[in-house]
């Protein structure tokens, strides 16, 4: 099956500027990039508007739309053990399936293209990715205290079912990481553990890191170090880590972060909202460690907008550092493409190339927002919006077309929705 997206134009040029070209996708591959008039089993019109890698979500909680708009208002402490924490142990797989649903609309709608995913119930999240087509990397949500066994524990044994059910599935789609859901809720001798099993096995892990003062002072006072650093101790950050917030990270821990490869996930609207503070973006870029983007779950976003996310981030530096130089357009798009795909693991996806998966999201440019079309990287940074998605293309699959789901039936995740969630009284 070959798809011909006819008649784009494209950020990086490759030599092509803004001449129109023809991206022949053949085999979930982008094969050919061309100014040259070429057949295929199917054609998309581009209609002139802009093509670009999709977008990557490296920090979700993807059934937490479930609580979209609920405990509003507080600071993340408050929020996470008096609102959000007695919530959860409400929660139904039936409850995480229609909520897991949503959210994987919400963003293929969104241009989003693959996410990464820390909760329970998590085979119900991994489906939803399955049927709609979009990818995932999943992980059971890991807590544990100083009698904790993991081999014993049912949540390490649920990764081990999910490693078995999913790693690998649909030809590489879908991806089972480790968990450590934070220093503040584990213990030491299974978060050794945890790193030791997922070096063994070659996985990443999913980490909350350094989200608030009071996370980052209060590991300090325990261990007398940085969470960054703890983690460090316990090996854990010789397993590929993709660290989600790191708004307090010190110089040291930069360090220690490029050192073992972490990535770092900057989610800079939940980050705002719960009164978190600022991942220090500019240090941790020139200290070459791999900055990507996550939106967080719906309950402290409250949208999975991956796209306004990068243009909070792209502003939100420059005003807090008075500095309209330290962050750059350019620089933004690799953040929310190459960089998403480089944090979970997928070296042949997040940018448009020949060769790479065909992870492709087509932006209109005819829009009143967009017009005059000077600069491309602008254009996505400070004035498109997500409803200017056009197409969502994944593993050369059209997933959205010009406002109609190809592969889900967005009215029935819509109706589901409200009649499951309804009756979900707090």
């Not at 649909?170 to 997922?198: F, L, S």
């Not at 980050?271 to 402290?300: F, Q």
Request: aromatic share 6%.
């Amino acid at each position: 099956m070959s798809i011909l997206i006819k008649n784009v134009i494209l950020t990086d040029d490759h030599g092509f500027g803004n001449r129109s070209v023809n991206v022949l996708v053949e085999n979930k591959i982008i094969k050919k990039i061309t100014e040259e008039c070429i057949t295929a089993d199917e054609i998309i019109d581009g209609r002139g508007d802009l093509l670009i890698p999709g977008f990557y979500n490296t920090h979700c909680h993807a059934a937490m739309t479930a609580l979209r708009g609920y405990a509003d208002d507080l600071p993340l402490d408050r929020w996470l053990f008096e609102k959000i924490f007695p919530a959860e142990d409400k929660l139904t797989e039936r409850i995480v399936a229609c909520a897991s649903e949503l959210a994987v609309a919400e963003m293929i709608r969104g241009g989003v293209v693959s996410f990464s995913d820390m909760y329970f119930f998590m085979d119900e999240t991994a489906r939803a990715a399955i049927n709609s087509g979009i990818k995932l990397n999943l992980s059971r949500g890991y807590t544990s205290d100083a009698n904790t066994t993991p081999e014993n524990d049912f949540r390490f044994n649920e990764t081990l079912d999910l490693l078995s059910k999913f790693n690998g599935a649909e030809d590489g789609r879908i991806i089972v990481d480790m968990c450590i859901h934070g220093e503040y809720t584990n213990a030491e001798a299974p978060m050794r553990r945890i790193g030791e099993y997922a070096k063994e096995h070659g996985l990443g892990i999913q980490i909350h890191v350094s989200e608030t003062q009071n996370e980052h002072e209060q590991c300090i006072a325990r261990h007398g170090m940085t969470p960054i650093a703890y983690f460090e101790s316990l090996g854990v950050l010789d397993a590929s880590v993709c660290a989600a917030h790191c708004v307090k990270v010190t110089d040291g821990d930069i360090a220690i972060m490029a050192k073992h490869g972490v990535s770092a996930s900057h989610n800079p609207v939940s980050n705002l909202k719960l009164g978190s503070g600022i991942m220090p973006v500019r240090k941790l870029i020139d200290g070459g460690v791999n900055v990507a983007l996550g939106t967080d779950g719906a309950s402290s976003n409250n949208r999975l907008d991956l796209l306004r996310e990068m243009q909070l981030a792209a502003l939100l530096h420059k005003g807090a550092q008075e500095d309209p130089t330290v962050t750059n357009a350019r620089e933004m798009l690799k953040i929310a493409t190459e960089n998403g795909a480089m944090a979970q693991g997928r070296s042949d996806c997040g940018r448009l190339e020949v060769g790479y998966r065909a992870d492709l999201v087509l932006i209109s440019v005819d829009e009143l927002n967009n017009i005059p079309l000077y600069d491309k990287y602008s254009m996505l940074a400070y004035s498109a919006r997500s409803s200017d998605v056009r197409m969502n293309m994944v593993d050369g699959r059209v997933l959205y077309l010009d406002g109609e789901f190809k592969t889900l039936d967005v009215e029935k995740i819509k109706y589901e929705s409200k009649r499951t969630l309804k009756d979900f009284f707090i």
